[in-house]
């Protein structure tokens, strides 16, 4: 869903109109089958049949065990529906244990009434042109996150360049100065099209470095994802582009997986079926943040109720929350219909577990084109918001930059920097991160239906997560001392990343402690601590001692 209901949640976004109509073949019709059990196909033990390495040490770090649902749909199950109806297969749902298959006459349909095996089956959609004539085969993909070799390192906010003010909106730069900018970490991002992802300058590196790990078109199972829309390349290009000087993202050195599951050419409630099968695909390879800036509440034919958006009800949500369950992130839009009659958050936004986001302006006041809620269950939403008016993005149409807004552009901001933050201490389940993040925010105390919690501090996020071990940005001259030689007092400078406690300890050349104290630094370059030294001390060589940031340092001084 576009547009007005915001399923893209974006106010201004270019198409390639012709790229989906052009398609040729009979009329197919959408259709959902569930399975009762998942009887003939593999065991737990066979996991690493269906799961990837990764996916599994994933899920292993935080605490997560592979169960029935991770199973895949039972083979014989779904060629029997094949069979009987002369369908071809769409999307398929490991976790919900149903299948969506394209049928050219609908009322073949019925043959798969009082099968044993079959709950029941749904109408999801139509295509008069029909929308793939092949079956979809196993994913396949690269688990391995590669190094960015070739990548200048972001450590000054100059460096930012057109990203700079989104950068500081949030202190995000400061998870970077900490040394976090995703290494290791894999997101993925589900959206309506990559155009020129493959060629843009500020995806270079990314492309370079081999840090998309993977592609696929769900609507029409293919790998082409670059010939479809710009809408995703404006997201990706917020967490990924690295152009320092120019332009650098939230997470730009994550590795990437791109899928397409979002339909320009109509809006359908098998787009959600699209989402999950794209959820699974990303939870087998090892993801562990999805970005979602779509949304749902209207089709074509038909629309959701107030009642559905509970936070548990839509196939979007249950794959939000499952995705939470298996050790993901689920980041996901809260939408733009808040100055509609609809005015709520959409789905999958509604979802238990999602961190929620919605856009503010550059003062942090509401966008009142935010969906707000709270869900039908009366859970409050949206979590948190980010920027979402001017936000810079590349343009997938030249080779440089534009502008966008919405809470399209808002979602993949925190996605990004939730990356950084989760890099620091990746064995914490998702729950946790999405609570540090909360907490960091300037509504944290004054929670409402607007914003949320508000708009995170992500260097506030970090003290919160108490890293100790984060490498000083600064460098092994973090910390400065003088007048050498001084007298009755000691200028100290000291550099580090957040605001935290210093630790000062004076001690002359036997090892007596002279002065021991500590001190509330502010994180930024170059804080002054002045030290009053008693008036009495002897002349001679002192060692000034300096703990902080999780690190220590020792600076020889002169006292005359």
Request: hydrophobic residues 35%.
């Amino acid at each position: 869903m576009r547009l007005r209901s915001a399923i893209l949640c974006v106010l201004t976004c270019v198409l390639i109109g012709c790229s989906y109509i052009a398609r040729a073949g009979a009329p197919q019709y959408a259709y959902r089958v569930r399975f009762t059990d998942k009887k003939g196909s593999l065991s737990l033990s066979d996991s690493a049949s269906f799961l990837s390495p990764r996916a599994l040490a994933r899920r292993h770090s935080r605490g997560v065990t592979v169960d029935s649902t991770d199973i895949p749909v039972s083979p014989a199950y779904i060629d029997s529906a094949l069979t009987l109806t002369g369908g071809k297969m769409h999307v398929v749902s490991r976790w919900l244990n149903q299948c969506v298959i394209l049928l050219t006459d609908s009322s073949q349909v019925n043959n798969l009434k009082g099968k044993p095996y079959v709950i029941d089956y749904t109408y999801l959609a139509y295509y008069p042109s029909g929308l793939h004539k092949i079956s979809g085969g196993n994913p396949k993909f690269s688990t391995e996150t590669k190094a960015f070799k070739n990548a200048p390192a972001a450590k000054k906010t100059d460096n930012y360049g057109s990203a700079s003010s989104q950068t500081l909106f949030v202190n995000g730069n400061y998870l970077h100065d900490a040394g976090y900018r995703g290494e290791g970490m894999i997101i993925t991002v589900l959206d309506a099209g990559f155009v020129s992802v493959d060629t843009h300058p500020v995806f270079d590196s990314l492309r370079t470095a081999g840090g998309l790990l993977d592609v696929h078109n769900f609507v029409l199972n293919t790998d082409d994802v670059y010939g479809y829309d710009n809408h995703g390349t404006e997201v990706l290009s917020i967490m990924a582009g690295n152009e320092p000087g120019i332009y650098v993202g939230a997470a730009p050195h994550a590795s990437y997986a791109l899928y397409i599951t979002e339909d320009d050419s109509s809006e359908q409630p098998v787009e959600m079926d699209n989402l999950l099968a794209g959820i699974e695909r990303a939870d087998s390879l090892g993801t562990d943040v999805i970005s979602v800036s779509l949304g749902y509440d209207i089709f074509d034919y038909s629309s959701l109720s107030y009642s559905d958006i509970d936070g548990k009800s839509t196939d979007a949500a249950k794959a939000a929350n499952m995705a939470t369950k298996k050790g993901i992130l689920f980041v996901s839009s809260a939408g733009n219909d808040g100055g509609t009659s609809w005015h709520y958050v959409l789905t999958p936004g509604d979802a238990d577990s999602t961190l929620t986001v919605g856009s503010v302006y550059s003062d942090k006041t509401t966008d009142p084109e935010t969906g707000h809620g709270p869900n039908a269950a009366g859970q409050r939403k949206p979590d948190v918001c980010d920027l979402g008016i001017d936000v810079i993005v590349a343009n997938a149409y030249t080779t440089g930059l534009g502008a966008d807004a919405g809470t399209s552009m808002a979602t993949p901001q925190i996605a990004g920097w939730a990356t950084c933050l989760w890099q620091a201490k990746g064995y914490l389940k998702p729950a946790a991160i999405r609570d540090f993040i909360i907490k960091s925010a300037d509504h944290y105390t004054t929670p409402d239906y607007n914003v949320g919690w508000g708009t995170p501090d992500f260097q506030t996020a970090l003290m919160l997560l108490g890293v100790k071990d984060a490498p000083n940005p600064y460098g092994v001259n973090w910390v400065t001392a003088g007048p050498n030689p001084f007298t009755n007092e000691i200028d100290v400078q000291i550099s580090v990343s957040l605001s935290q406690i210093a630790y000062f300890n004076l001690i002359d050349i036997a090892g007596r402690s002279i002065l021991k104290t500590n001190r509330l630094i502010n994180g930024s370059p170059g804080s002054i601590v002045k030290l009053q030294v008693p008036q009495s001390l002897p002349a001679g060589i002192y060692l000034l001692r300096v703990a902080a940031n999780g690190q220590k340092t020792t600076l020889k001084l002169e006292h005359h």
